[in-house]
């Protein structure tokens, strides 16, 4: 009943930016945390940036100054704003969620993929050199 859909992964030159959105349905994005999570082919998940309900944001130090997160509660919507790509960021992106009444976010404002509940497909991203 309650889905995740990613897009807008695909194929991009280190350097370059790309913009990957999730589409919630079954649920409202009001009364969630949100994320967005990275598994590199070979490597365990790891979060990348996460968003509280109140918005608050947790960002990867490996991020941070490149990647944002951005939400439209109206279109139930999350976005993850990624520039100035580098190989090592290629692998699958995922979003996901846990309802605000079963974490706070303090228990969550760490970006551990084991904290989420809810994930999506994911969406495949490529960064060449």
């Known amino acids: 009943q309650l889905q995740f859909v990613e897009s807008g992964g695909g194929l991009v030159q280190s350097g370059g930016s790309l913009t990957l959105s999730c589409v919630a349905s079954?649920?409202?994005?009001?009364?969630?945390?949100i994320g967005w999570f990275r598994q590199a082919p070979g490597k365990e998940r790891e979060g990348v940036i996460c968003?509280?309900?109140?918005?608050?944001?947790h960002t990867a130090d490996s991020v941070k100054g490149r990647f944002t997160i951005s939400r439209e509660n109206v279109a139930n919507r999350v976005y993850l704003h990624m520039n100035s790509l580098k190989t090592e960021e290629t692998g699958v992106y995922y979003c996901?969620?846990?309802?605000?009444?079963?974490?706070?976010?303090?228990?969550?404002?760490?970006?551990?993929?084991?904290?989420?509940?809810?994930w999506g497909q994911g969406t495949k991203v490529t960064v060449s050199s």
């Open positions: 968003l509280s309900s109140g918005d608050s944001t």
């Open positions: 996901a969620a846990v309802h605000v009444t079963r974490s706070s976010w303090t228990m969550v404002s760490s970006c551990a993929p084991k904290q989420y509940d809810y």
């Open positions: 079954g649920f409202s994005l009001d009364y969630y945390h």
